[in-house]
């Protein structure tokens, strides 16, 4: 491990929000737009990032490390503790320091932290923990701050950095417990998924739901960690889902999370009032896209959380336990995941009607919507005067608002192909799907193949990075999937933007 003695801070500021960037578990993650030299902004500059409040606003976060000095050894991260690279640590009070220079000239409205594990889970946390009292106690800021859990750290430090915090994060990282084992042989599922439930359940506290039966407080334990779920909450957090490869995210040991809440006399604000968050790194490991799928699904229902962020792994570390990526990181498959994510939170889709065991893989080459729609013609078309709205969110080309819009602007007249454009429908994928008052827009075959093809030759809006890739533009319906040719520009793309080793 490469430390350096008497770093400054700037030089600490440049190692630590370098890192953090590996962390995609904030929206923003990805962007890569240099200045353009006449207009104003910079998505480049080290260390900010941005994320979403509630109400909609983009919000400008300092986005660090505690420290990269890291003793664990997850093999797919460049802070892995066999990495010989130069390493730094912020003390709490440099940390408040950043953060409010940085808020008084309105860079950043608040903080993204997170850490690699220095010295041991508690340590790191009980770091994390002083850092945000220090920041919301002695430097009175009220700005929001997102911070990350460490696996296997004290869940009484946990618990008290969550009275301090907006939003936690606790990393999936891999989809499966088996891979955790293979890439991330430090970290267990189990110190990943208590935390996580941990937090859970004392925001359900917190907003008075009565989830536990209290056990008094005891002034010798200081905090007391063994109160109990009741059996109804045990029976809530343990329901089966019937899917493969979740069964201990489900059964997540729930009265080794219990805690109780025990708010400082300080603190006058909820329990990680914005909720939580988590990543899970993808193609780095052998999942179908039908598990990751499945336990995003399962992360939602049984942890509440507010989103699972899909990280695609590029290789920066060589190990015989990972993939050489000869094709470039799968960016094409971890856009496909986030639309299916969305059809799971907003569109009322479960992961077992998107994918199946016999079909575990989305196509690439179409959105998942169009993928489902075109396994499901018997369901089309649909009249688009009549349909309900749950039924309309399942066309393709029609999207939340533009259902809305329908489901309003019909109540006073019949809706036809114009008016559909004017609401907002795509009607150039739309088209195969709907009729306006019986009728079609163009006579077409409703027929997989044919309608395939015609929605193939409609050009998709693609972020960023994967239309300068040009790999999807130019496959065919019937070639495989290659991104051999995008490979050479996925590379030449900063390797910044879709590095996959994560902090804590
Ligand atoms: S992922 Fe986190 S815990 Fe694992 S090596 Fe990297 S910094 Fe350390």
């Known amino acids: 491990m490469v430390i350096q003695e008497n770093m400054t801070v700037q030089k600490k500021l440049e190692i630590l929000s370098d890192a953090a960037k590996y962390d995609v578990a904030c929206t923003s993650s ?5 200045g353009s030299g006449s207009g104003i902004g910079n998505s480049v500059a080290c260390g900010i990032c941005h994320t979403f409040s509630a109400d909609g606003r983009c919000i400008s976060l300092l986005k660090i ?7 664990f050894d997850c093999k797919y991260c460049m802070n892995r503790a066999s990495n010989d690279v130069l390493r730094a640590t912020f003390s709490p009070e440099e940390i408040c320091n950043l953060t409010i220079e940085f808020y008084r000239r309105n860079y950043i409205e608040g903080l993204f932290l997170s850490a690699g594990v220095l010295k041991s889970p508690d340590y790191t946390m009980e770091q994390m923990l002083k850092t945000l009292r220090m920041l919301r106690e002695e430097y009175h800021f009220n700005g929001y701050i997102h911070c990350k859990a460490v696996p ?3 869940p009484v430090i946990v618990e008290m950095t969550g009275w301090y915090a907006d939003r936690m994060s606790v990393n999936l990282e891999l989809p499966t417990a088996d891979s955790l084992k293979m890439l991330a ?22 907003k008075g739901m009565p989830v536990f039966n209290r056990i008094p407080f005891s002034e010798e334990d200081g905090y007391d960690t063994g109160r109990y779920l009741t059996t109804a909450a045990k029976a809530q957090t343990t329901s089966d889902i019937v899917l493969p490869d979740i069964s201990d995210i489900v059964t997540a040991d729930p009265s080794g999370s219990s805690f109780g809440l025990i708010k400082p006399p300080s603190v006058n604000r909820g329990f990680v009032p914005a909720g ?5 790194i993808i193609g780095a490991t052998p999942e179908s896209d039908y598990q990751i799928i499945s336990v995003a699904e399962a992360l939602y229902q049984k942890f509440d959380l507010k989103r699972v962020f899909y990280s695609a792994y590029i290789s920066i570390n060589d190990d015989s336990n ?6 470039g990181p799968p960016l094409l498959r971890e856009h496909r995941l986030y639309q299916a994510d969305w059809l799971l939170r907003f569109y009322g889709f479960q992961a077992s009607e998107l994918l199946s065991e016999n079909r575990p893989n989305f196509n690439t080459l179409m959105d998942p919507k169009c993928n489902w729609a075109l396994g499901h013609l018997e369901q089309f078309p649909v009249e688009v005067n009549k349909a309900d709205y749950y039924t309309l969110l399942r066309i393709p080309g029609v999207g939340v608002k533009s259902a809305q819009r329908i489901v309003r602007a019909r109540k006073s007249a019949n809706l036809t192909f114009e008016d559909l454009k004017k609401i907002g429908v795509v009607l150039k994928r739309a088209l195969y799907f709907i009729t306006c008052n019986g009728r079609m827009m163009y006579p077409v075959k409703i027929e997989e193949n044919y309608i395939t093809s015609m929605l193939l030759q409609v050009k998709e809006k693609l ?9 999807y533009k130019q496959l065919s319906l019937f070639d495989n999937a290659d991104f051999t040719s995008a490979n050479a520009d996925f ?10 080793g994560l902090g804590g």
């Open 276 to 280: 939580q968050s988590t990543q899970m």
């Open 152 to 154: 296997g750290a004290d």
């Open 322 to 327: 990972l993939p050489a990526l000869t094709q």
């Open 491 to 500: 590379r030449s793309l900063s390797q910044d933007n879709f590095l996959s």
């Open 65 to 71: 490390l505690l420290t990269n000095e890291c003793i």
């Open 463 to 471: 972020p960023l990075g994967i239309e300068a890739a040009s790999a």
């Open 30 to 34: 990805g962007v890569d737009r240099k």
């Open 185 to 206: 042989p430090n970290k267990t599922r189990k110190n990943i998924l208590k935390p996580m439930k941990q937090i859970q359940i004392g925001r359900l506290e917190n």
